[in-house]
């Protein structure tokens, strides 16, 4: 056997060596860069939820153009890592005379009356998307509150009836004024609105949520979903 032969026959041996050791090494490989997102993320299923608390008001231009531009966009990206929280007051008073409750509004009478028909709205709709698709529908156009409040209703499926029944008796001022209270108890005290808590906390800038929800709900993630990679 030439010497020729023989290192090419070591170099031989050494090659398939090699490619055995890829295939059956005892040791782990590092994984790469899919591998290693699979490890991190470990399925969706371990991503922490967040509640999103909004303080809001029907007749507020800020409220509907969050609502609208920031909260539905957002949760229809991350409604599965959301627990959401809607509270319709904002900048009303609650006044108790002689056994009965009224309101003051900042955008005055209607604002009172939508207020109501969102609170028996979120009340009659157990489920969390469907509650801000009926709010985010109204929200836009809550000047004439039971006409819109019905028209959003038929649009979804949602029987209106017991929303008006509600919104016009005793039951929707009894959950506007626990709204207020709610409202009123927040620490800091709310001085614009909407306001919006984060797992019930006003740490990240009212202004930066204002501005991109989706990206401040990201950053506080442990595990990040996969919409926010």
């Known amino acids: 056997m030439t010497g020729k032969f023989r290192i090419i026959l070591l170099l031989l041996i050494v090659f398939i060596i090699w490619k055995g050791f890829q295939y059956f090494t005892v040791f782990p490989k590092d994984p790469g860069i899919e591998e290693l997102s699979n490890i991190v993320h470990a399925g969706d299923k371990n991503v922490n939820k967040i509640k999103v608390t909004v303080y809001y008001e029907a007749l507020c231009s800020d409220s509907r153009n969050f609502i609208i531009k920031q909260l539905v966009p957002t949760y229809n990206d991350l409604h599965d890592f959301i627990q959401l929280d809607l509270v ?98 927040v620490n800091p005290a709310i001085s614009f609105i909407p306001t919006i808590e984060l797992d019930g906390s006003q740490k990240v800038p009212l202004v930066h949520i204002l501005k991109n929800l989706h990206k401040e709900l990201c950053n506080l993630f442990n595990t990040k979903p996969k919409v926010c990679l």
């Open 88 to 185: 319709p007051y904002g900048k009303a008073k609650t006044i108790e005379q002689n056994g009965e409750i009224s309101f003051q509004c900042q955008h005055a009478a209607t604002e009172c009356l939508a207020n109501k028909i969102h609170a028996c709205g979120l009340e009659q709709i157990p489920d969390s998307a469907v509650q801000l698709q009926y709010v985010a529908c109204m929200i836009n156009d809550n000047m004439i509150p039971h006409e819109v409040g019905e028209r959003c209703a038929q649009e979804l499926g949602i029987v209106y009836d017991p929303i008006s029944e509600c919104a016009n008796g005793n039951k929707g001022s009894e959950l506007l004024k626990a709204h207020g209270i709610r409202t009123h108890a």
